[in-house]
Each structure stands twice: as structure tokens, then as C-alpha cells.
Nanobody, 123 residues
Framework: QVYLVESGGGLVQAGGSLRLSCAVGRALSSYAVAWFRQAPGKEREFVAA????????YPSDSVKDRFTISRDNAKDTVYLQMNSLKPEDTAVYYCAADRTVYPGSGFLQYEYWGQGTQVTVSS
């Protein structure tokens, strides 16, 4: 199966936390997975990536002190734990997968995408 399905988005107050989940289809279970986000009127932004094994993670500088990416391959799920949320984190969050061993930050690299989940942080 080839799919990526995000969940866990919602409305949260500034300073709060959310955990996003990305269900990964079995055919993509060994792929690297990344989270991107896109706010209205802005370009899609890299958030974090994780290798297929889950051993290595690559958070962006803008979120590395607040967000953590992880995966549970037994459950075919990738997570994005978001703490100390700010209004500027408001965006649609997407997970994406690619067969590469070393995931990058460019969205063109990723072949498969989920439909996105909305995260809204109120001030």
C-alpha cells in the first residue's frame, strides 16, 4: 500500500503542545519521511526528517529546540511532537516520503505526500 495519512492537527493556545501522526503505507515503511508545513501565502517549509531506520533525524534550525520527529516502525507511524507552540507555527502540516537514505530539506525530493493536517496556534 502506498499512502501517507496525517492526523493530530487542531487548535491550540500559544505555549501548548500537539503531536502529529503520519500513518505510512506498508510499501513506504522503509522510506525516509519528512514533515513540511505551509502557511497561507507562504512557500512550503521543511520542518524535520527522519531516516527509514529512525536512527537519524534532521530537524530544521527554526524548530529543533521545540519539535521532535520520531517513528515507530512496528506501527508504521511517524510522529512530530510539537512543544512551546507559537502563532507563527500555524500552517498545514504535511508528511512526505522518499526512498533516499539521507533525507534532505527540499520538497522536490519527496515523491509521496499526505493530504495535510491543519495546525492553528492562537495567541
Amino acid at each position: 500500500q502506498v499512502y501517507l495519512v496525517e492526523s493530530g492537527g487542531g487548535l491550540v493556545q500559544a505555549g501548548g503542545s500537539l503531536r502529529l501522526s503520519c500513518a505510512v503505507g506498508r510499501a513506504l515503511s522503509s522510506y525516509a519521511v519528512a514533515w513540511f508545513r505551509q502557511a497561507p501565502g507562504k512557500e512550503r517549509e521543511f520542518v524535520a526528517a527522519i531516516t527509514g531506520s529512525g536512527i537519524s533525524t534532521y530537524p530544521s534550525d527554526s524548530v529543533k529546540d521545540r519539535f521532535t520527529i520520531s517513528r515507530d516502525n512496528a506501527k508504521d507511524t511517524v510522529y512530530l511532537q510539537m512543544n512551546s507552540l507559537k502563532p507563527e507555527d500555524t500552517a498545514v502540516y504535511y508528511c512526505a516520503a522518499d526512498r533516499t537514505v539521507y533525507p534532505g530539506s527540499g520538497f522536490l525530493q519527496y515523491e509521496y505526500w499526505g493530504q495535510g493536517t491543519q495546525v492553528t496556534v492562537s495567541s
